[in-house]
Nanobody, 126 residues
């Protein structure tokens, strides 16, 4: 059974860092692009970043570009989101998701993903 489990969220001060993990099971992670999304209270879900399967190319939302880095370790069945220089507006529940199809170049568009984790909460506050 395909499963994604996010971890690594927590409370951090502005300017701080967190590393989120997305542990995958039940499928061959290396075949699929993975996306990171977030949803702040009272707001719609938005795309944050994604990493493709074959070439591991990455994309970022403008709001996180230069501060967040996505990576994957297929041997460990995991994808990571390193978040630096965190801002209060980064506060949200963060989700990872699996692309609907194998071997595609990733897009930061939640319509392209069909399996989601339960999310991990990130709070940036002093």
């Amino acid at each position: 059974q395909l499963q994604l489990v996010e971890s690594g969220g927590g409370l951090v001060q502005p300017g701080g860092s967190l590393r989120l993990s997305c542990a995958a099971s039940g499928f061959t992670l290396s075949y699929y692009a993975i996306g990171w999304f977030r949803q702040a209270p009272g707001k719609e879900r938005e795309g944050v970043s994604c990493i493709s399967a074959r070439d591991e190319s990455t994309k970022y939302a403008d709001s996180v570009k230069g501060r967040f880095t996505v990576s994957r370790d297929n041997a460990k069945n995991a994808v990571y989101l390193q978040m630096n220089s965190l801002k209060p507006e980064d506060t949200a529940v963060y989700y990872c998701a699996v692309d609907k199809f194998m071997f595609r170049v990733c897009e930061i568009n939640d319509d392209e993903y069909d399996h989601w984790g339960q999310g991990t909460e990130v709070t940036v506050s002093s």
